[in-house]
């Protein structure tokens, strides 16, 4: 492969925590060396006082191969995270069948073949995702599974999870829940509150949240299994998050972007793209979510990139399906965060990429010599209106269509290669 110095650029550092001037060479695809010098290089790219940053690592990405791939097929998602700065995307087992057996594994494996990111899989905590029986964990492991989880569908039985923690455990595999009581959360449309009453939603209360979240913590703290709760968007559910912590359980923390930038009144008259699982919550509940992200006790920043076609949202807003895209979205939606001091930029790159990438043990989220080159250019300061027509995903179902963002990516590389730049993008179908 060809050496590339990338110059003129400010390297966000999130392992540093720094934003600094310089220059980076790549060679064979990894990171070679930081220099401010006239080191050789096949290829020089002007960064043009840009920001370089790691790549963007995506936890919780749904794909709808195989059954639902008019919804958004691999390489769709591929030139959608390509655009979107993501270089690495952690995919959910949530599919149709779902992905519980070494074959289902290995077909999604290969069907992920076609894109130019890298993707890796989650795969189902229990047989059919129905919570009954315990799925494969071991010979899954071995297939390349890289955590386990039963997504948004609850496992009700605690002698079941106990067991699938504990046999994880020994394993050294990675559960991964999603914090909700699945009685109270049964049917929600919306949060718990004034506005779910006024408008007459279907609603769940926000302590739903820490009853499920302090559930999975009692039986982490009795397996020691690793655990990560998929996304934390409540107040109410950070005391125990921070209990568990100082306890010193193995326990991480996500939160998804729309959690992070939106919240319950973005409904407004029943816009359903503005309907998430879990449904946005409180402007109280929002800023909480920041200031832990801020603090450090939130750990992850994703996508929980969910494509639905145009039928499944244009319904009346209990009956609409849930999930809003996010590949493309993310980054420019994170960055409010930056543009409103939040939070700084290697914080931000720390829970995009770093953190989540350290995590999964998966390659990437580093800038130092011999990390891979999986790296995205971008202006945080560029503004746009979002257009969701233009988005490469097959879905188009954004909250943010219309709304004005700033942050535009300018390049994308994955080992070196160079696989998006605005005006060649990589082919989608």
């Not at 936890?59 to 008019?70: A, D, F, M, N, Q």
């Not at 700033?406 to 998006?420: A, C, D, M, P």
Request: with cysteine; aromatic share 4%.
């Amino acid at each position: 492969m060809k050496t590339l110095r990338f110059e003129n650029a400010r390297i966000v550092d999130p392992e540093d925590g720094t934003v600094r001037k310089g220059a980076i060479v790549v060679a064979d695809g990894l990171i070679a060396a930081e220099t401010a010098g006239d080191a050789h290089a096949d290829e020089v790219i002007d960064c043009g006082g840009a920001c370089l940053a790691p790549g963007i690592v995506d936890i919780g990405v749904k794909i709808g191969e195989p059954g639902e791939r008019h919804k958004e097929s691999f390489r769709s998602a591929a030139a959608a995270a390509a655009a979107g700065g993501v270089t690495t995307m952690v995919v959910r087992p949530d599919t149709t069948p779902p992905i519980d057996t070494p074959e289902m594994l290995e077909f999604v494996t290969r069907r992920a073949a076609v894109s130019p990111v890298r993707i890796r899989h989650m795969c189902a905590l229990t047989k059919g995702r129905e919570g009954r029986e315990m799925a494969e964990i071991g010979f899954l492991l071995d297939a390349g599974a890289v955590a386990f989880t039963d997504g948004d569908r609850v496992v009700r039985d605690s002698r079941v999870l106990s067991r699938c923690m504990r046999y994880a455990r020994g394993l050294g595999a990675m559960v991964v829940g999603h914090p909700q009581d699945p009685d109270l959360s049964a049917g929600a449309a919306a949060t718990s509150g004034k506005f779910a009453s006024l408008r007459g939603l279907p609603a769940v209360p926000a302590m739903a949240e820490r009853m499920g979240l302090e559930r999975d913590l009692a039986l982490v703290e009795m397996t020691g299994v690793a655990y990560h709760a998929d996304q934390i968007t409540t107040a109410a559910a950070l005391a125990p998050l921070a209990r568990a912590r100082d306890a010193g359980l193995d326990v991480t923390a996500g939160v998804s972007i729309h959690h992070l930038t939106l919240n319950e009144f973005d409904v407004g008259d029943y816009r359903t793209f503005f309907k998430v699982k879990p449904p946005l919550r409180a402007e109280r509940d929002r800023e909480a979510v920041v200031a832990a992200l801020a603090d450090g006790l939130i750990d992850i920043v994703s996508s929980m990139h969910t494509p639905q076609d145009e039928e499944s949202k244009r319904l009346p807003f209990e009956e609409a399906a849930s999930g809003a895209v996010g590949l493309e979205t993310l980054l420019p939606a994170a960055l409010r965060l930056v543009h409103a001091g939040h939070i700084d930029l290697p914080a931000l790159f720390a829970a995009l990429s770093t953190k989540p990438a350290r995590r999964f043990g998966l390659p990437g989220g580093s800038l130092r010599p011999g990390a891979p080159a999986d790296l995205v250019l971008f202006d945080p300061d560029a503004p746009f209106v979002l257009d969701r027509f233009a988005l490469h995903s097959k879905s188009k179902n954004t909250p943010f269509d219309g709304a004005r963002l700033q942050g535009k990516v300018l390049g994308t590389w994955v080992g070196g290669r160079r696989i998006f730049e605005p005006e060649r993008e990589i082919a989608h179908a």
